[in-house]
Each structure stands twice: as C-alpha cells, then as structure tokens.
Nanobody, 118 residues
Framework: QVQLLESGGGLVQAGGSLRLSCAASGGSIVSYAMGWFRRAPGKEREFVGR???????LYPESVKGRFTISRDNAKNTVYLQMNSLKPEDTAVYYC????????????WGRGTQVTVSS
C-alpha cells in the first residue's frame, strides 16, 4: 500500500512561487506514474501534470510553462514547482500514483492547500 504525503502549500502573492513535495512510502515512485491534481472550491478536480516512466512529463495548457514536475528517486519524492502563480491557481493540491500504462490512479495523498492572493 503506497502512502503519499504532500507538503509545501501555503499563502503566496500573485506572481510568486511555491514548490510542493509529495513523499511516498510503502512503494517506490520508480514503479509508478505520478500525477498532480487540484480542486478549487466549488469546482471539479483538475489535472495539473503527470510524470511517468522515462521522465516523460505531461501538462495541461492552464499550467504549461509555469509548473514543472520533477522526481527525486533517491528520496522517493515528486515535486511540483509552481511559478508565476495566479489567484485562479488557488486550490487544494493532491498527488497521486498509478500504473504507468493506465490513466487511472490507485493511490492519493490528502492534499495541501495553496492560496494565491491578488
């Protein structure tokens, strides 16, 4: 059973940066595709990015060029570097782990709050 723990959220002004971490235990991130999602109040969960085998990375247009996902396999941790933050990036951010060839995710963290003030 893989457990994921997000950290690094907080309050930041528009235009600022934050780096979120997702520490995994009970399994190696090397074996999984790791995704980031977010949910803003009153909105559906939104895909933020994904890193899979071979370090391939996928982002939606809403964050492309501003957000970067990276892995530290030795630390069993995935990161989400967020730059040029906007108030509309305010949400709870979740990381998830799934099988590399599946679009579904088997394990989810509890999330970390990111608030961007204007």
């Amino acid at each position: 059973q893989v457990q994921l723990l997000e950290s690094g959220g907080g309050l930041v002004q528009a235009g600022g940066s934050l780096r979120l971490s997702c520490a995994a235990s009970g399994g190696s991130i090397v074996s999984y595709a790791m995704g980031w999602f977010r949910r803003a109040p009153g909105k559906e969960r939104e895909f933020v990015g994904r890193t899979s085998l071979g370090s391939s990375v996928l982002y939606p247009e809403s964050v492309k060029g501003r957000f970067t996902i990276s892995r530290d396999n030795a630390k069993n941790t995935v990161y989400l570097q967020m730059n040029s933050l906007k108030p509309e990036d305010t949400a709870v951010y979740y990381c998830a782990a799934g099988q590399p060839r599946s679009i579904l995710y088997d394990y989810w963290g509890r999330g970390t709050q990111v608030t961007v003030s204007s």
